[in-house]
């Protein structure tokens, strides 16, 4: 059964407040994970120490793909100190996705990178963007980068919010990619053109075919992901864990 994780940008500006006092809110809610940014060196005894209080496991930690393609090994390290599964690449840089070609060398580069990776136990992932659905010639550049990277060395994190902000359906995305996606940024809006943010399930995303497009996959982590809000933060978290968790036994 997949696990239902927290990207803690979700909740950065409590962070700066109380980072050990969120993190252990968060548990209390019932996630069962948290996705943060990577470092390097051993992980702080601090956090260790409140990972094991809470009994939350990291889902993912993030670097970008310019570090990544000099300090593999560290990041790999880091990584498992913490037992996460994966390793997350979260953003590109305009030249490595403006143009077909950019979107091979990327590719390129995303398998190499992979490659290194799983030679030290991690998974490579790339959470999406939206700006990866430019048409270059017939083919988007997501498409690009799929057909030409190796599933054992590279694989994806969707955010269905970023998927449809790029002018793609996010549910027939992951259906066409279902096999690919090792963990999911659930990420919801209320309406059209606006796109504002609103909890897991209460608005326009196609989240229970999503879910059951995953069914019986490779998926590892559902991770939830708010960037606006209506309400406070740590409440629209703890509805959209509440919202997720629902859908996930209805339909997973």
Not at 53 to 65: P, R
Not at 113 to 120: D, R
Not at 169 to 178: D, G, I, M, R
């Amino acid at each position: 059964m997949p696990k239902i994780g927290l990207q803690l940008y979700t909740l950065r500006d409590d962070l700066k407040k109380d980072y050990d006092g969120v993190v252990r809110e968060v548990a209390k809610m019932g996630y069962e994970g948290i996705e943060i940014g990577g470092g390097w060196g051993e992980p702080t005894a601090e956090l260790k120490s409140l990972l094991t209080e809470t009994q939350l496991k990291v889902a993912g930690v993030g670097y970008s793909l310019e570090d990544l393609e000099t300090r593999a090994g560290e990041a790999a390290a880091y990584a498992q100190a913490l037992q996460s599964p994966f390793i997350i690449t979260f953003w590109l840089q305009e030249p490595l996705r403006n143009s077909r070609e950019a979107c091979l060398r990327t590719a390129e580069r995303f398998n190499r990178v992979g490659e290194q990776l799983k030679a030290n136990g991690i998974q490579y992932l790339y959470h999406i963007h939206g700006y990866e659905f430019q048409d270059y010639g017939g083919q988007t550049g997501m498409d690009l980068i799929m057909a030409h990277t190796d599933p054992a060395y590279f694989n994806i994190e969707p955010d269905t919010y970023w998927v449809e902000h790029g002018g793609a359906n996010a549910l027939e995305f992951v259906q066409k990619y279902a096999d690919r996606v090792l963990a999911i940024h659930m990420k919801d809006y209320i309406d059209k053109p606006e796109m504002h943010d609103i909890e897991v399930g209460d608005g326009a995303i196609e989240m229970a075919g999503i879910i059951r497009a995953l069914k019986g996959k490779n998926v590892q982590w559902y991770i939830v992901e708010q960037e606006r809000y209506h309400r406070p933060p740590i409440e629209s978290a703890a509805i959209c864990y509440q919202n997720l968790k629902r859908l996930l036994e209805e339909n997973g």
